[in-house]
């Protein structure tokens, strides 16, 4: 089940059919992160821990990857109603 997941987050950043939050974009920032560091997380990583958001019930993934650079790191997302991926968080370790 995981595997076929993660290949569907994969795929989704592979065809650009992903957003991105506000949060996600200032932490990129923050920890000086390109929009390609935050591909390469979801396209080397696996999703090491699945979390129900409270308000709606609805699943988020955590996903470990690595940067560009070669530095581990967790992108936080979910599939939204419209079948994209959102991203709510990313985050070096």
């Known amino acids: 089940m995981a595997q076929v997941l993660i290949g569907r987050l994969r795929q989704l950043i592979r065809t650009l059919e992903y957003a991105v939050s506000t949060h996600a974009t200032d932490e990129l920032e923050d ?3 390109s929009i390609l560091d935050l591909e390469s997380i979801v396209l ?3 999703i090491v821990e699945r979390q129900r958001e409270r308000a709606n019930r609805e699943l988020k993934y955590v996903v470990e990857g690595t940067t560009l650079d ?3 790191a ?3 997302a979910k599939i939204g109603a419209n079948g994209k991926l959102f ?3 990313v985050y070096v370790l």
């Open 44 to 46: 080397t990583g696996q």
């Open 74 to 76: 967790h992108a936080v």
């Open 31 to 33: 920890d000086s992160l």
């Open 87 to 89: 991203v709510i968080t």
């Open 70 to 72: 070669g530095k581990g």
